[in-house]
């Protein structure tokens, strides 16, 4: 009898696609001898390599022929004549996909606008008090059941052995960027936390290459010779390792906080202009939040966050003082 078969397709951006790995968790408890497709756009099936409960992964280049690629995608996806599709995407080119699918039993939020095609849709609300890692375990109720998983990550031997020599001492990780401006704690105000350790624990700096030049200057700025600068040199799976030995990570609103949840690494979390309430907060066991403690009738200002602050101050970064930070290390 052949094996059956899964797909979850969440082709959002980094930390979507980690907080997808919940429900990934929870189908395979259910299904462990399931064949589980993964869909994802181009640029995040590296966090993948190597996942013990994924048969493929497949990556979505939105940037080069996008329609044609999704089509392909579509229609491959017929051919593999899949029992359960999940699609915890919310937006119409995922809703494709499952509707050219076929999928036996096709799962998803009711605001996609293909929502029509699923089997079973489930109403998706931000700011109910729930995290998205519940709202994608309620998508999936009716094939498990109502408990949820927790995000996982599982960086490779590989990816150990790269950061064995960023180890070997008590340390700590500040992932300082942000896609979004109004998401993203002043650079300054990184600069004062770190001098304000004195020199307490070795600290790296962690982002992609186009976060290079922040962190550079946050590291010459501090001119403390054991910060570090990792900014490009790592990968995904080698930045969740490097931040599972850490002491404590620093990071805002942003993918980087969700790697530590996937490997339950302890994490303080600044939200700037975006609020936990809308249901993407750090999940590892040692979590903090840091928020400004001024009551802001402009915060939350959105979802995403801004290029820059619509009211022109943005108190809601510049309030958060680093003793705020301080005070969560061990």
């Not at 590296?46 to 497949?58: M, N, W």
């Not at 401006?181 to 004195?198: E, L, N, S, V």
């Amino acid at each position: 009898m052949p094996a059956m078969k899964i797909l979850v397709i969440q082709t959002a951006f980094i930390g979507d696609a980690i907080l997808a790995t919940a429900a990934v968790e929870k189908l395979h408890t259910f299904y462990p001898g399931a064949e589980m497709d993964m869909l994802v756009r181009k640029g995040n099936e590296s966090l993948f390599t190597g996942h013990p409960f994924l048969h493929k992964v497949i990556a979505w280049d939105k940037k080069h022929n996008k329609i044609k690629n999704l089509l392909t995608i579509s229609f491959n996806a017929k051919k593999e004549r899949y029992d359960i599709a999940v699609n915890l995407h919310r937006f119409a080119s995922s809703g494709l996909v499952m509707f050219i699918s076929g999928a036996k039993q096709r799962l998803g939020f009711d605001k996609n606008p293909f929502s029509f095609c699923y089997t079973l849709k489930v109403k998706h609300v931000i700011g109910n008090g729930k995290h998205e890692v519940e709202r994608n375990a309620e998508l999936i109720a009716s094939v498990t059941d109502k408990g949820k998983e927790l995000p996982r990550l599982y960086p490779q031997p590989a990816d150990l052995d790269v950061i064995k020599g960023y180890s070997g001492k008590p340390y700590i990780c500040i992932a300082p960027s942000s896609v979004w401006f109004t998401k993203q704690y002043p650079a300054g105000r990184w600069i004062d936390f770190i001098k304000r350790m004195h020199g307490k624990y070795i600290v790296y700096l962690l982002g992609a290459a186009n976060d290079n030049s922040l962190c550079e200057g946050i590291r010459q700025a501090t001119n403390i010779s054991i910060v570090d600068n990792l900014a490009g040199q790592l990968s995904f799976l080698q930045t969740a390792a490097l931040m599972k030995g850490a002491v404590m990570n620093y990071v805002n609103d942003s993918a980087p906080m969700h790697i530590a949840s996937a490997v339950n690494a302890p994490v303080t979390a600044v939200f700037c202009s975006t609020v936990p309430a809308f249901g993407f907060g750090p999940l590892s066991s040692t979590s903090c939040i840091v928020e400004t403690p001024e009551k802001l009738d402009c915060r939350p200002c959105g979802l995403h966050g801004y290029k820059a602050c619509p009211k022109k101050h943005f108190k809601c970064a510049e309030t958060i003082s680093a003793e705020q930070l301080l005070n969560t290390l061990p």
